[in-house]
C-alpha cells in the first residue's frame, strides 16, 4: 500500500487527497494523474531526467516543489519501453512488416481471388 509523502499514514493509491493530512496526491483531482512531491528541503528538479538533459520549460523550474511530468533520473530509461520498436527476431519482423503494409497484402489478396476467379 502507498504511503502519504507528507503525514506518511498509508493511503489508498487512487487517492486524488490524503485522507489523513489532506495533501493533495493527483493532479487537476484525476486519479490517473500523479502529483509528484518534493520531500521538505528538497525540490523535484534537483533528481528530475528532463532537468538534467535540459530539456524542461516548465516555469517552476528548477524550484518545484510539485511536478506532474517529474521523472526520477535514477530510474533506467529501458523500463519505460517494453516492447521494442523493431522485433529482433525474424518472426517479429515479419509481423512488423505486414501491419506496414497491409495494403499492399490486401492488394495482393484481391489479385489472387481474380486470378482464381478467372481460372475458372
Ligand atoms: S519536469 Fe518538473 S520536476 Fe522535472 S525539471 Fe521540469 S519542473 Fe522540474
Ligand atoms: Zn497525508
Given at each position: 500500500m502507498a504511503t502519504c509523502p507528507r503525514c506518511h499514514q498509508p493511503i489508498?493509491?487512487?487517492?486524488?487527497?490524503?485522507?489523513h493530512c489532506f495533501l493533495v496526491l493527483k493532479?487537476?483531482?484525476?486519479?490517473?494523474i500523479p502529483l509528484h512531491q518534493a520531500s521538505e528541503n528538497t525540490f523535484l528538479c534537483d533528481s528530475c531526467r528532463y532537468h538534467e538533459d535540459d530539456t524542461c520549460t516548465f516555469p517552476?523550474?528548477?524550484?518545484?516543489?510539485t511536478c506532474t511530468l517529474y521523472r526520477d533520473k535514477s530510474e533506467p530509461l529501458v523500463a519505460e519501453f517494453k516492447s521494442p520498436l523493431y522485433p529482433s527476431s525474424p518472426w517479429g519482423q515479419f509481423k512488423t512488416w505486414c501491419r506496414r503494409n497491409r495494403g499492399l497484402l490486401l492488394l495482393l489478396?484481391?489479385?489472387g481471388i481474380s486470378v482464381l476467379f478467372a481460372l475458372r
Amino acid at each position: 500500500m502507498a504511503t502519504c509523502p507528507r503525514c506518511h499514514q498509508p493511503i489508498d493509491t487512487q487517492a486524488v487527497r490524503c485522507p489523513h493530512c489532506f495533501l493533495v496526491l493527483k493532479a487537476y483531482g484525476h486519479p490517473g494523474i500523479p502529483l509528484h512531491q518534493a520531500s521538505e528541503n528538497t525540490f523535484l528538479c534537483d533528481s528530475c531526467r528532463y532537468h538534467e538533459d535540459d530539456t524542461c520549460t516548465f516555469p517552476q523550474r528548477p524550484y518545484a516543489k510539485t511536478c506532474t511530468l517529474y521523472r526520477d533520473k535514477s530510474e533506467p530509461l529501458v523500463a519505460e519501453f517494453k516492447s521494442p520498436l523493431y522485433p529482433s527476431s525474424p518472426w517479429g519482423q515479419f509481423k512488423t512488416w505486414c501491419r506496414r503494409n497491409r495494403g499492399l497484402l490486401l492488394l495482393l489478396v484481391l489479385i489472387g481471388i481474380s486470378v482464381l476467379f478467372a481460372l475458372r
